[in-house]
DNA sequence: CGGTCACTTGAGCAGCGTCAAAACCCGTGG
DNA sequence: CCACGGGTTTTGACGCTGCTCAAGTGACCG
């Protein structure tokens, strides 16, 4: 039985029964978080490699005035940079926003399965590039799109994202994020972000309540929010030597 | 004689002679493009490693409409993403701002040099996490400050990276990006863009003219931005083990 | 059943965009 | 050396998108 992140990275690299095996290892035992507890704060010491199995979590900066921004969710399957304890304090907080179920990959461990499975890196690595290219798309929305256009986009993108790791029904998704997030990650406010809800529910093109995002009409949302799923690379090259 | 390239490297990590001459040899042959040309365009398949050498260049993208986003500039000893060509296809493109020089480096020399001289290795995986750092950098610009906010900010982020790689004479540097160019990374007009450097040189903080800004009072020009370098990583974790 | 938090809606305002015109800069060619 | 032309910079007047402030409703939990 695998997990999330196990099938994650089967869609971006071809893994043996023994690559399986040894994601299952290093998963194993995951650490729980509680709702808005911190994985790691800004200022910390990196320490091991973060990879969420469950819950939901946001990679976030808080502003000398207070204000926050959110700079990327990090959904079932998620990691976080291979790299990072090259550096020697955090540039940003990471932080839990449901209850949520992470496992916690120290740079040894995570070295080791890299260099015995050039596979599990290989799909790492993509995975990584991946994550910056949502993070160039983020650039592109809060600079050249309007509110709505922002909205939609998000939710183009984090319904894909939730399908590549198996999380969707249908037309249909879990997605625990309050209004106060939504708008924290797409630099706005809260109250805007109700307004703009509203306008795509009464546009039919989607509605997000309680916790459960329904696209009501995918062809419309794609076109609202001027989409192009591209930047996901949900198509690899094939056969990539190393 | 090192190239800038080196001279940032040289920050990162502790490089010997050898290093150096490999970095050399790998950068002897720059290739020359033209004010606005594309080192390489969206929906391409991505081939070398590129190294700028000399002049500026920029990722960016263009939207449907017709409005153009900059996700980031790349100065002189800037490098773009190791694992690129993993990916089918680019998901955005890069362009000469004005006339450059820029090593290709294949994928092939890429992985012998970086196998051969683990620190050069250590420096470039370093600097892929300063850009990354940079760009969630942006992210919180874009979504959280003010339009006079976010252009100090960005003064100040390439003030800094400039003095890394050894382009600034006392105050003042080479910034050869015009009104529109800031426009486009910014995501404002180039008139309002206008009106705000307008501003910040009657405040006496900084002055952009003829391709060259002079910071006039860098402690007010950092508290207008809300600056704080973290994200840069100038201070590196010592002795990193690989 | 009361308290807290998220959501919802309205009224008014301001930051930044739009449109337009003029001044400037610089390379080019007569 | 000067006239020309294209692009950039500058400035003004006006309007819209999204913010602020405020009040009220609903959901969940102890």
Redesign the interface.
């Given at each position: 039985m695998s997990n999330r992140f196990i099938k994650k990275l089967a869609n971006l690299a071809e893994l043996s029964a023994d690559d399986r095996r040894a994601l299952e290892i290093v998963t194993a035992h995951p650490r729980r978080f509680a709702a808005r507890q911190d994985l790691i704060r800004?200022?910390d010491?990196p320490g091991p490699v973060f990879v969420v199995l469950d819950g939901w979590a946001c990679?976030y900066?808080i502003?000398?005035?207070g204000?926050?921004?959110i700079?990327?969710f990090l959904m079932p399957g998620d990691a976080c940079?291979l790299?990072?304890?090259?550096?020697?304090?955090m540039?940003?907080g990471i932080q839990a926003i449901g209850p949520a179920s992470v496992a916690m990959i120290s740079r040894a461990q995570m070295?080791a399965m890299m260099h015995d499975h050039p596979a599990i890196a290989?799909a790492m690595?993509?995975a990584?590039?991946v994550d910056?290219?949502i993070?160039?798309?983020?650039?592109?929305s809060?600079?050249?799109?309007s509110s709505i256009e922002r909205v939609a986009h998000l939710m183009c993108e984090l319904y894909l994202r939730a399908r590549g790791a198996g999380m969707t029904q249908d037309t249909e998704f879990a997605l625990p994020l309050s209004q106060i997030i939504l708008a924290d990650a797409?630099?706005m406010t809260p109250v805007h972000i109700n307004r703009v809800l509203k306008e795509l529910r009464l546009a039919g093109a989607m509605a997000l309540r309680r916790g459960s995002l329904t696209i009501l009409d995918p062809v419309k949302l794609v076109q609202i929010a001027?989409f192009d799923e591209?930047?996901l690379?949900r198509?690899?090259?094939?056969a990539?030597a190393i």
């Open positions: 800004e200022g010491e990679r900066k502003l000398p005035n204000l926050r921004q700079m990327a940079d790299h990072v304890n090259m550096l020697a304090a540039d940003h070295q290989r690595y993509t990584q590039l910056e290219g993070m160039r798309a983020w650039i592109v809060m600079g050249r799109r797409l630099g001027g591209n930047y690379h198509r690899l090259r094939q990539t």
